[in-house]
């Protein structure tokens, strides 16, 4: 592998309706993906800009643009503004967590599941799902920011 930048891992943006951006190229350029939602949309690559996964919060599909290997049925929606979000797992290269929410309307709380990319030949499989964090209704949106030590993330 060549040299990678951090900063790389926002560089593929899956969203509503199968489109997608490519901001490793300049100017960016669109791809298609296999969303058909408006909102909640989320997505990640590795250090090198390569795809990894993206979600609507309900389904997870992997950068070949197939449903992920026990990657259906998590407690996300297509209602909220953003119903899912996909951080790496801190000290860990290749466990990343999902966190959603159903939003306002949506009786499921937050949750995280946890896909593990080193399973399926390097696709991904989503190994924990819908661990309940908070049990109540929830607003409808999540981010998530890292923290200034550079390691650990905040999310809200």
């Known amino acids: 592998m060549g040299f990678c930048l ?13 489109a997608g951006l490519d901001f490793t190229t300049n100017p960016p350029t669109t791809f298609s993906n296999a969303i058909g939602v408006y909102e909640g949309c989320s997505s990640i690559a590795d250090a090198c800009g390569n795809l990894l ?6 389904t ?21 503004q953003q119903s899912s979000v996909i951080i790496k797992q801190p000290g860990n290269t290749n466990l990343y967590y999902i966190f959603t929410v159903q939003g306002a309307n949506g009786g499921a709380g937050l949750n995280y599941s946890v896909v593990d990319m080193s399973l399926a030949v390097g696709l991904g499989s989503v190994t924990v799902k819908n661990v309940p964090l908070y049990s109540a209704p929830c607003n409808e949106a999540l981010a998530a920011t890292m923290h200034a030590n550079n390691t650990d993330y905040f999310e809200f």
């Open 6 to 18: 951090g900063q790389n891992t926002n560089a593929k943006w899956c969203f509503g309706f199968g």
């Open 53 to 58: 996964m993206y979600t609507e919060g309900a």
């Open 60 to 80: 997870v599909y992997n950068k070949q643009h197939q449903v992920m290997a026990n990657g259906t049925g998590l407690l996300g929606n297509n209602t909220p």
